[in-house]
Structure formats: structure tokens, C-alpha cells
């Protein structure tokens, strides 16, 4: 079987500026740091990669069994569109009422020692990393209809083409996982150079575009719904 590595470098890129702009793992970095701020380092090093393995996983289950599972149920594109829509215009404005209060700085967070301080930091946001983290807000109903165009080809199962534009999607795919573990990861180290002023106003703007972002995909999902 001979590869042609230029059409697989041009089908690697077309999916990675495919599914960048769905799943944005640059404005997700801002968007997503409310959940992870009272993360020490290490624990906000394995909640990121546990966030960024769960994508990898939602975008090789949509690529390989997402239009099935989803006929399954009887599920459409526009419904999974509306309801992440709500809940992620849910959290967004949890986020917005939130009090403020006194936050500890990364150094104080990195350096505690309480065992059942870091168990509880970390504890209280294990249940949130798939949902609502990863799905809906990271790799959402967006994503999902992306690679079901791309994964869409006339090629047949098991030929040269078939595996040379699911291997191509897949490298993309890693490497918008790669994109979302750097990033997520880093966010904070922004933030702080920002200062508590600059962090208080990233969080508030963030809930904002968070709630915004929630509202748009309901709207397309019942645009769609209703052919508008």
C-alpha cells in the first residue's frame, strides 16, 4: 500500500483549521480558568490532561460511532446543539453571580501541604471535567458535526483513501489535544501576570462570552430546528 504523504500532510491540515475554530482551545483556556482556579500546579496538571484526554476521546467516538450512537437515539445535531446550549448558558451565568471572594495566589496553592486541602480542591472538580468541561464547552455539538463532514468521503472501508483520511483526522485530532493540554494548562500563568485586578476582570468577561457562547449554539440549534 503506497502512501501519498503530500495528499496526507494537505488532509492533516484541512481537519486541524476544521475543527480549531469549534473547539478554540485558546479562548477555551479563558473560559474554562473559573473552573480551575483554586488548582494548585499538579492538580491542575492532571485535570487538564484528564480534560484533554476526555476530548480526544468525544472526537474519536464522534469520528468512528458519532452519527450512530446519535440514530441510535434518535438524537439530531440541532437537539445536542440546544441542550449543550442551555447548560453551558447555566454555567456561564453561575459563574457571572458569583461572589467574590479572597483567593489564594498560585504560589500559597502550590505550596500547601493539607493533604485534604489538595483532595478536596481536586475532588470538587473531578465530577465537572467530562461534563460540563469537555462536553459541551470544549468538544461540542460543533465539533461533532465537523467530523462528520470529514469522516463523510466515498472511499470504502479498509482501502488505501479510507485510511489515509481517517489517519489524517486523527493526527488532527491529537494535535488540537495537545493544543488544549498546553493551553488550559498555561492560562493561569497569563492571568497572573495580569495581576488580581486583570484576573478578576478575565473571569467576569470570560463568565460573559462563556454564557454568550452558550446562547449562540442554543440559537443555531433551534434555527436549525425550525429551518430559520
Same mark, same amino acid.
Given at each position: ?19 480549531? =475554530?469549534?473547539?478554540? =482551545? ?6 474554562? !480558568? ?8 499538579? *492538580? ?10 476526555? +476530548? ?21 445535531? =440541532? ?14 451565568? *453561575? ?41 459541551? +464547552? ?17 472511499? !470504502? ?10 489517519? +489524517? ?60
Amino acid at each position: 500500500m503506497q502512501i501519498d504523504y503530500h495528499a496526507f500532510l494537505n488532509l492533516v491540515f484541512i481537519g486541524f483549521f476544521a475543527i480549531f =475554530p469549534v473547539v478554540n =482551545p485558546i479562548g477555551g483556556g479563558f473560559l474554562m !480558568s473559573p473552573f480551575f482556579e483554586n488548582l494548585n500546579r499538579k *492538580e491542575r496538571r492532571i485535570a487538564v490532561r484528564k480534560v484533554a484526554f476526555n +476530548a480526544f476521546l468525544v472526537c474519536v467516538v464522534s469520528l468512528f460511532a458519532g452519527q450512530w450512537i446519535l440514530n441510535l437515539f434518535g438524537i439530531s445535531i =440541532p437537539i445536542v446543539q440546544l441542550a449543550g446550549g442551555m447548560m453551558i448558558c447555566k454555567m456561564g451565568w *453561575e459563574f457571572l453571580t458569583a461572589d467574590d471572594k479572597p483567593k489564594k495566589t498560585g504560589n500559597e496553592l502550590d505550596k500547601e501541604v493539607s493533604g485534604k486541602t489538595k483532595t478536596s480542591a481536586l475532588h470538587d472538580i473531578s465530577g465537572k471535567l467530562f461534563y460540563p468541561i469537555t462536553f459541551p +464547552a470544549t468538544t461540542g455539538a460543533g465539533t461533532i458535526s465537523v467530523l462528520f463532514t470529514l469522516s463523510a468521503h466515498g472511499a !470504502s472501508f479498509g482501502s488505501t483513501a479510507y485510511y489515509i483520511n481517517t489517519g +489524517a483526522i486523527l493526527v488532527s485530532i491529537i494535535a488540537i489535544c495537545l493544543m488544549i493540554y498546553f493551553l488550559y494548562f498555561n492560562t493561569r500563568a497569563i492571568i497572573k501576570f495580569l495581576g488580581a485586578g486583570g484576573e478578576n476582570i478575565v473571569n467576569r468577561i470570560s463568565a460573559f462570552l462563556i454564557f454568550c457562547v452558550g446562547l449562540q449554539i442554543g440559537v443555531t440549534g433551534l434555527k436549525s430546528l425550525f429551518n430559520l
